[in-house]
């Protein structure tokens, strides 16, 4: 037996930001985004669509969620906007996962009982039922977090990461737009891409995978590796950033009922440490990993071939590996601080994560 179950409400196609005040109906809205979004007429747009049922505009979102700078965001937005029952996120992966963390209601109006619920207690009686909503516009084509429900928050001071999953952590819908996407620098472009192409292959070496959501990732795959190289050549294309959008879109789908695992499971240690974005740190081991996913399931081995249009696993992985490379991301553990010899070591590690549980090979 297996299932599939999705509830995020998707609204996709260039134009489709527009849909927002039919979305947000008569409620008010507390919008979040990167600070950039103020230069780029966003911040405004937003404001011109949603008026006076916009409460309260939040643009000081860093990279990597630290609880540093969200503690004081989440107490002063349930201080002064409490009556306020929507947050709109527009943005990359960190601007949807601060917008995730600022849905919890919280009993005592401190932070300190979301880092409770962060570190694994149960949300207090108090707060369940009593939320607010999430209506997430992603401007990067690969996190996946605008139809999912984990939001990942970092705490530096203690060289850790925290993930955040409840119930109403789902976003209500999802409208994704590939006009927003116009501006984005090359380097975000590529690590919001590779980020998607780890998403669609974790979700293949995955005990989770189910029919659909393999579906989902070949096809997300196949046209990332396609699509990719071209809208980087060819950053100003309307078409090829929406082609890119939607294969981020159906690995975000996929990896929604499967969750990430061996690769990303790798990646937080390295981002923690080495400051590496995530979609890179997430993404140059994806070969290695391959080759230990071959062979275990005869499923899954031609899933991974019709991926890579490959005769067989060797050369699927060759595929894989000079893609990256021909994009300047390397595959050497060594060009990421970890030396060879210490790599088998992560890997066991890694196997140990709620995460790497999740791939194929790990039992």
Known sequence: ?????????????CGSLD????????????????????ALGLVERVRSLLGERLAAVETEVLPNPDVAWLAPMYERLWRDHADVDCVVALG???????????????????????????????????????????????????????????????????ARKLSLHLPWTWPEAAIVDADLMLSLPHAATLASGLDALSHALESLWNVHRNPVSASLAVSAARSIVATL?????QPASAELRERLATAALQAGLAFSNTRTALAHSLSYDITLSHGTPHGIACSFSLPRIMRLAAGRDAGLDALLLSVFDAAHIDEAVATLSGFLESLGVSVDPA?????????????????????????????
């Open 1 to 13: 037996m297996w299932t599939y179950c999705n509830p995020v409400d998707v609204h996709a196609g």
């Open 19 to 38: 849909e927002l005040p039919r979305l947000l109906g008569e409620r008010r809205a507390i919008l979040i985004a990167f600070p950039e979004a103020i």
């Open 92 to 158: 990359g992966g960190s601007v949807i996962d601060c917008a995730k963390v600022m849905l919890t209601r919280p009993a005592t109006g401190r932070f300190d009982e979301l880092l409770a619920v962060l570190e694994g207690a149960k949300p207090a009686a108090a707060s369940q039922g009593r939320h607010r909503r999430l209506l997430a516009i992603p401007t990067t084509a690969g996190t996946g977090s605008e139809v999912t429900p984990w939001a990942t928050v970092w705490d530096q001071a203690r």
């Open 229 to 233: 190289p071209a809208l980087l050549a």
């Open 335 to 363: 060009h990421y601080g970890i030396a060879e010899s210490d790599w088998n070591d992560r890997i066991q590690q890694a196997l140990a994560g709620a995460r790497g549980r999740n791939f194929i090979a790990a039992a």
